[in-house]
């Protein structure tokens, strides 16, 4: 039996009707519909109807997130009740999957449940971190300021990763050209000079033969290459999904020559920014961890962080724990001594964020400095080889002379 999603109309009259049915086949639907009264207008297999719901519905961004959290805290902080608050905020909403979320969160805190529960039943829009903030702001009285945090924490996290994809976006437009360029080359050019040689009945030398086994298998064999290309691409993304694949790309983005440092600091910044909110917002030192962990987006560090919440429970202060530790930069644990003694955890972990958050802009601009010159140089080295290896036959022929 297959469910369906109809729309009908009553036979005597009224409202459209919009609910399931299971049947066999649409015939079935439409048969059993009419049996109740109904007119079938559209009858749609529920499973292609969710499947193109997520194709066309908008995604949430982080942007329209944080409007949120900011809107919410606001009209918090002004005193109007959370219901009310949260009605307002969704007709100001122009991301309509959003304002759908806040219609479900509005039923279910009318409904009788507790803010951070209704939050948590969209664990796809809203993750763990944001929920305990939600849950730590309920139980102090102070939900608005933890929004402010929220709100103030994704932006940061944002602007990193914004900052890095800006960096990565020149490189990868030259890569493209490049391929598109050699493409053309092999396939249009170099295929007029095998063609000359043939007629002087010679031989082509023997990067010119390559390229141009390359160039007849591109141009007769096209759907193959896309093919081999299609699968090759596929089979690298479901690895990279897998856990052996999460851990290689994530020990490769700390170890990447350039973008190496960067990433560590990226992970430094999350981590100090996370930690320092939760505790901030009262959230207990062992719980907070436990939460940055899940979220500081590295298996890597998160391992490292696990060993120090086990050591934590121990009784060892969190500095002692991370000290030495090859995933993380030597001034974490420094600082976090300093915060120790003071008794200003979440301030030196805030102090530890913005200063990691400045390395990472300062070295993204160094390195889209420097990127210019050494993308051109790539270009000139890969379009100046196949360059050669055409212009080599055509050279050879003028020396030896054209019979």
Known sequence: MLTYIYTAKKVSGGDLVKAEVQAENVKEASKLLMAQGLFPITIVDKENADFFSKLTKPRIRTKDKIIFSRQLATLINAGLPLTQSLRTVKDQISNKTLQGVVDGIVASVEGGKALSVAFADYPKVFDNIYISLIQAGESSGTLDKALERLATQEEKDAAVVGKIRSALIYPAVIFVVII??????????????????????????????????????????????????????????????????????????????????????????????????????????????????????????AATIAGSIEQ??????????????????????????????????????????????????????????????????????????????????IYSLVGSGIS
């Not at 440092?261 to 959230?283: D, E, H, N, V």
């Not at 202060?317 to 090859?326: E, H, I, R």
């Not at 979440?346 to 390395?359: G, H, P, S, V």
């Open 180 to 301: 598109a360029v050699l493409i053309f080359m092999i396939t249009t050019v170099l295929p007029q000079i095998a063609i000359f040689y043939q007629q002087q009945n010679k031989q082509l030398p023997f990067a010119t033969e390559m390229l141009n086994k390359v160039s007849i298998f591109l141009v007769h064999d096209w759907w193959l290459a896309i093919l081999i290309a299609g699968g090759l691409g596929y089979a690298i993304f479901k690895y990279l999904k897998t856990e052996k694949g999460i851990s290689m790309m994530d020990n490769f983005k700390m170890k990447v020559p350039a973008f190496g440092m960067i990433f560590r600091k990226i992970y430094m910044a999350r981590f100090a920014r996370t930690l320092g909110t939760m505790l901030g917002s009262g959230i207990p030192m062992l719980q907070a961890l436990e939460i940055v962990r899940q979220g500081v987006g590295n298996v890597h560090v």
């Open 312 to 393: 934590v429970k121990g009784g060892k202060a969190l500095s002692g724990t991370l000290t030495d530790q090859p995933t993380f930069l030597p001034l974490v644990p420094q600082m976090v001594l300093i915060g120790e003694k003071s008794g200003a955890m979440d301030q030196m972990l805030e102090r530890i964020a913005t200063y990691y958050e400045a390395e990472v802009d300062e070295e993204v601009k160094n390195i889209s400095t420097l990127i210019e010159p050494v993308m051109m140089i790539f270009m000139g080295v890969a379009i100046g080889g196949v360059i050669a290896a055409i212009l080599l036959p």
